[in-house]
């Protein structure tokens, strides 16, 4: 079985991704600083086929003492989402851009087979289209989804027959995770409905594109397993379903039973859905968890206990645990 390694492994989505690899009989570097805790593998410390390396994506020499063999690279790495890329740019360029060509170099240099990357569907900006696919145009707004893309670009440069590259553009994701967070749209209002006994959405007609966690890792395994050939220099949305936040909000509240919605004015009138059928007609990825399951399972999960203080716990938001680690 291939060797995997996937930066940012001690991330949300990271941590469920090398968990599913685990279970699939593939050998893993989990590569991560694990600012937010080294416990998300607790249930595979006596794993022969997980390596945990504790470490920064911007250390070349650690990078190519692990990439040795390596036949698929997950890179996951990166300070996630514009507000925590706004507390701190110059660390966010650091790790979002400035690492990504010598981990890029470092990754052909040593015949890796197939470099999967993790950009975002925020690299499109605002759009008027009702679906937005990946034949228009980038607009990113933002450092965060700028230098998304300008990753994308400097993949292309280096990506021929033998080093493989293919990116992905996924929607917010949601749901539970070993390593939880409580800072995305469906998880918000979850956990703020349960812990909180109200739902506050600020705007409500804005669109946002979803995906279930268990659906985002599946689609890494599709890549995995790609044919290298089949999946060179393409570019796909993953996205499961298109939602307003009032939608969203509605769901939350059918299946949490809290009544209590407070609108809000907001000033974030972003609003965009993206159209994922490029993925479904060529790699044959189609979601299978809807947002109603993910607040369901959230649901299941905040009620047994499994999430201590899920308002106030800095492990389970993005920049209150940068600022607790002072990098902000």
Not at 53 to 82: F, Q
Not at 166 to 184: E, H, K
Request: charged share 20%; glycine share 6%.
């Amino acid at each position: 079985m291939e060797k995997i390694l996937v930066t940012g492994a001690g991330g949300y989505v990271g941590s469920a991704l090398v968990a599913e690899l685990i279970s699939q009989n593939y050998e893993v570097v989990a590569l991560d600083t694990y600012w937010y805790g080294e416990s998300v593998f607790n249930n595979y410390q006596s794993n022969q086929n997980l390596k945990i390396v504790k470490g920064d994506i911007r250390n070349e020499k650690l990078l190519k003492e692990i990439i040795k063999d390596i036949y698929c690279v997950v890179h996951l790495a990166c300070i996630s989402n514009d507000p925590s890329f706004d507390l701190n740019p110059l660390l966010g360029k650091s790790i979002n851009l400035d690492s990504f060509e010598p981990l890029v170099k470092i990754c052909k240099n040593a015949k890796v087979s197939k470099f999967i990357y993790a950009s975002s569907s925020s690299v499109y900006g605002v759009k008027d289209e009702m679906q937005v696919t990946e034949e228009l145009p980038v607009d990113p707004l933002t450092d965060y989804s700028k230098y998304k893309a300008e990753c994308e670009l400097i993949l292309d440069n280096y990506i021929d027959r033998d080093f493989s590259g293919l990116i992905y553009r996924p929607a917010t994701v949601c749901g539970v995770s070993s390593r939880q967070r409580f800072d995305l749209s469906v998880n918000i209002l979850t956990n703020h409905a349960l812990n909180k006994n109200k739902i506050t959405v600020f705007g409500g007609s804005q669109y946002r594109p979803n995906l279930h966690i268990k659906d985002m890792v599946t689609a890494y395994m599709v890549a995995i397993r790609a044919n290298k050939e089949l999946i060179n220099g393409k570019k796909y949305n993953v996205g499961g379903e298109n939602l307003s936040l009032s939608e969203i909000s509605n769901v939350v509240s059918e299946v949490t039973g809290v009544t209590n919605i407070d609108y809000q004015n907001s000033n974030d009138l972003r609003s965009y859905r993206i159209n994922s059928q490029k993925i479904e007609n060529e790699l044959n990825f189609t979601p299978v968890y809807s947002v109603r399951d993910a607040v369901s399972e959230l649901r299941n999960a905040i009620i047994s206990g499994d999430f201590s203080s899920p308002l106030t716990n800095p492990m389970y938001f993005n920049i209150a645990r940068m600022k607790q680690l002072d990098l902000a």
